[in-house]
T-cell receptor, first 112, second 111 residues
């Protein structure tokens, strides 16, 4: 089983460019999440989707948008990338949040 | 004050030692407690899962929850170099779709 698959694994953007990070899970999970991880800051929730058709803001949503395309896929879009968005981005999924998450392997994004 | 506090380390111990990793929390509604292990340049993976208070053992790993003190621990016995990773605690209240994470403790086991 693939679990949670994130693409791309690495990306370098110029300031002002846009891009979409893709995430797909094959575990029939209801909830999906996008986090960023920065040194000394831990995991910070950007957006989450508790079920197909719903999305909610997390702790650091500014500069990001999300789309829950269907039950399997949850994408994260940066409309106009900024150097402050340089980070490692993780997608995760769960049947219910309290069951714990399965994480993807991450996308390393550098904005120059 | 953060809802979950975790000493960031780094923590270095010799191979074979017993390791103790800890988190404190302030939200008395938390009932589900987890430990994740994250190897360098990888995603976190669920290591231990505990509901409410008590101990849970899995091989060399023991998770302990003390709800009265709002304190959770992860013990690693006979530590191995392969245990070198960042360990994150996480917790949730019932019915909450979101986990609250600690910032992680970086652990190095020295051969």
């Amino acid at each position: 089983n693939a679990g949670v698959t994130q693409t791309p694994k690495f990306q370098v953007l110029k300031t002002g460019q846009s891009m979409t990070l893709q995430c797909a899970q094959d575990m029939n999970h209801n909830s999906m999440y996008w986090y960023r991880q920065d040194p000394g800051m831990g995991l910070r929730l950007i957006y989450y989707s508790a079920s197909e058709g719903t999305t909610d803001k997390g702790e650091v949503p500014n500069g990001y948008n999300v789309s829950r395309l269907n039950k399997r896929e949850f994408s994260l879009r940066l409309e106009s990338a900024a150097p402050s968005q340089t980070s490692v981005y993780f997608c995760a999924s769960s049947r219910q949040g309290e069951d714990g998450y399965t994480f993807g392997s991450g996308t390393r994004l550098t904005v120059v | 004050q953060k809802e979950v506090e975790q000493d960031p380390g780094p923590l270095s111990v010799p191979e074979g030692a017993i390791v103790s990793l800890n988190c404190t929390y302030s939200n008395s509604a938390f009932q589900y407690f987890m430990w994740y292990r994250q190897y360098s340049r990888k995603g976190p993976e669920l290591l231990m899962y505990t509901y409410s208070s008590g101990n849970k053992e899995d091989g060399r790993f023991t998770a302990q929850v003390d709800k009265s003190s709002k304190y959770i621990s992860l013990f690693i016995r006979d530590s191995q170099p392969s245990d070198s990773a960042t360990y994150l605690c996480a917790m949730s209240a019932a019915g909450n779709e979101k986990l609250t994470f600690g910032t992680g403790t970086r652990l190095t086991i020295i051969p």
